[in-house]
């Protein structure tokens, strides 16, 4: 029997969901819900949702299924407002949202109601927003969080493995408050961090214009992450106060006690610091299937790298090895560039080396 689903929220993570879901599952019907006209013609258009309805309510009662993809303030919104329509008795709920304490807290409006609410968080995405940036392999090997609202959640979490097959993610189940300790360190305080070393170096570049055209390879690496949705990031702030409060504490001391190290230049001490730290980072699997997904980069040398893009990708289409990111990484102002080609997985990345070294005289590094 045919399924409605309800997708409120047709961004990034919404559309990218509806995709999977519809490679997966041919008995789905696929409703969008935003409070943009626009949005929702411009995805319907794509195919990635069936139809589209800005009636809350009439949408809500229709739903087999609703995933809340919206902002967390949004979703803690409206998770209060359907809790007050008359909802399918069998609906399962869930959500994507990136802090989970004050979801699952929220969620009791939908379960003492006798809903079924299933806390969720796909751990992948982008600094990109909006349907456009839809992926359906956003999620490959990624982990999907599941934080159960109770023991009698069993069958709404199997339920949504079955539902969710299309992501290719892995599935965990968390408790909330182990999800958003984690997450505040690992995902929370380093966007917090990188906007701060924007903002640092915007007061450079004031003084430097110069600056503009250094900020190469560390800088872009470690701020990528800033050119995030300001709204999103700054509900996930709020949401997870006392996590990041705590965390941003101990930041504070270890700042001060690494100021004085360099005070002091005590280089035995700063060589520790950075040894210790690449240890711990080679030995974190961020490169390895199954874990956070990480871009797999080949950076290949093009001396005259107009006409080389095109050959590169040509030939990569011609393998049929898709790429999901192509940037210049221009190194001096004459016409001199390294492609940096991210890869979905390391097989891809290899192949792409190999069909790259046999085809061009363009020499390339793995990183
Ligand atoms: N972007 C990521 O990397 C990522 C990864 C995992 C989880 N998340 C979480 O997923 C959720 C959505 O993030 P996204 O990146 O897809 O955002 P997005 O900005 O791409 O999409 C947000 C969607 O919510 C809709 N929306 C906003 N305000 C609304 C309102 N008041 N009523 C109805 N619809 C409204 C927008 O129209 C849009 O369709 C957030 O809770 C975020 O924390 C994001
Ligand atoms: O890759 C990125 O751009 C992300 O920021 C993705 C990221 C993350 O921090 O890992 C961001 C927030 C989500 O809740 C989950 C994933």
């Given at each position: 029997?045919?399924?409605?689903?309800l997708?409120i929220?047709?961004?990034?993570?919404?559309?990218?969901?509806?995709?999977?879901?519809?490679?997966?599952?041919?008995?789905?019907?696929?409703?969008?819900?935003?409070?943009?006209?626009?949005?929702?013609?411009?995805?319907?258009?794509?195919?990635?949702?069936?139809?589209?309805?800005?009636?809350?309510?009439?949408?809500s009662?229709?739903a087999d299924v609703i995933f809340l993809?919206?902002?967390?303030?949004?979703?803690?919104?409206i998770m209060?407002?359907i809790s007050?329509?008359?909802l399918k008795?069998?609906v399962l709920i869930t959500d994507?949202?990136?802090?989970?304490?004050?979801?699952?807290?929220?969620s009791?409006l939908l379960t003492?109601k006798?809903y079924q609410f299933v806390g969720g968080?796909?751990?992948?995405?982008?600094?990109?927003?909006?349907?456009?940036?839809?992926?359906?392999?956003?999620?490959?090997?990624?982990?999907?969080?599941?934080?159960?609202s109770?023991?009698?959640?069993?069958?709404s979490?199997?339920?949504?493995?079955?539902?969710?097959?299309?992501?290719?993610?892995?599935?965990?189940?968390?408790?909330?408050?182990?999800?958003?300790?984690?997450?505040?360190?690992?995902?929370?305080?380093?966007?917090?961090?990188?906007?701060?070393?924007?903002?640092?170096?915007?007061?450079?570049?004031?003084?430097?214009?110069?600056?503009?055209?250094?900020?190469?390879?560390?800088?872009?690496?470690?701020?990528?992450?800033?050119?995030?949705?300001?709204?999103?990031?700054?509900?996930?702030?709020?949401?997870?106060?006392?996590?990041?409060?705590?965390?941003?504490?101990?930041?504070?001391?270890?700042?001060?006690?690494?100021?004085?190290?360099?005070?002091?230049?005590?280089?035995?001490?700063?060589?520790?610091?950075?040894?210790?730290?690449?240890?711990?980072?080679?030995?974190?699997?961020?490169?390895?299937?199954?874990?956070?997904?990480?871009?797999?980069?080949?950076?290949?040398?093009?001396?005259?790298?107009?006409?080389?893009?095109?050959?590169?990708?040509?030939?990569?289409?011609?393998?049929?090895?898709?790429?999901?990111?192509?940037?210049?990484?221009?190194?001096?102002?004459?016409?001199?560039?390294?492609?940096?080609?991210?890869?979905?997985?390391?097989?891809?990345?290899?192949?792409?080396?190999?069909?790259?070294?046999?085809?061009?005289?363009?020499?390339?590094?793995?990183?």
């Amino acid at each position: 029997m045919m399924k409605n689903v309800l997708m409120i929220g047709i961004g990034l993570i919404g559309s990218s969901i509806a995709l999977c879901l519809k490679e997966s599952n041919e008995d789905l019907r696929v409703t969008g819900f935003s409070l943009n006209q626009e949005e929702l013609e411009g995805a319907t258009s794509a195919q990635i949702i069936d139809d589209w309805e800005m009636d809350l309510q009439k949408a809500s009662e229709a739903a087999d299924v609703i995933f809340l993809c919206t902002p967390v303030s949004v979703t803690l919104k409206i998770m209060e407002e359907i809790s007050s329509f008359n909802l399918k008795s069998d609906v399962l709920i869930t959500d994507v949202g990136s802090t989970k304490k004050e979801i699952m807290n929220q969620s009791t409006l939908l379960t003492s109601k006798g809903y079924q609410f299933v806390g969720g968080h796909p751990m992948a995405g982008s600094h990109k927003s909006g349907f456009l940036a839809a992926d359906k392999n956003l999620f490959e090997n990624a982990y999907y969080i599941l934080v159960p609202s109770s023991e009698k959640n069993k069958q709404s979490v199997a339920d949504l493995h079955v539902l969710l097959r299309g992501t290719k993610a892995k599935f965990i189940q968390l408790t909330a408050n182990e999800h958003d300790e984690m997450t505040g360190i690992l995902s929370h305080t380093p966007h917090i961090i990188a906007a701060e070393l924007v903002h640092q170096a915007d007061q450079l570049i004031g003084d430097f214009p110069m600056a503009k055209k250094l900020a190469a390879g560390g800088f872009r690496d470690i701020t990528r992450i800033a050119s995030s949705d300001a709204k999103m990031w700054a509900d996930i702030s709020v949401s997870n106060q006392e996590v990041l409060v705590g965390e941003l504490d101990k930041w504070l001391v270890s700042l001060g006690n690494l100021k004085r190290t360099i005070e002091e230049k005590n280089w035995q001490k700063l060589y520790d610091f950075f040894d210790l730290a690449k240890k711990i980072r080679d030995d974190i699997p961020v490169h390895k299937e199954g874990s956070i997904p990480a871009f797999h980069d080949l950076y290949v040398n093009v001396p005259d790298y107009p006409g080389a893009i095109a050959e590169v990708t040509g030939i990569l289409a011609k393998e049929q090895i898709s790429l999901i990111n192509i940037k210049i990484m221009e190194t001096r102002d004459d016409i001199f560039g390294i492609l940096c080609i991210s890869f979905k997985n390391e097989k891809e990345l290899k192949q792409a080396q190999t069909v790259i070294n046999q085809q061009t005289a363009y020499s390339s590094l793995i990183n």
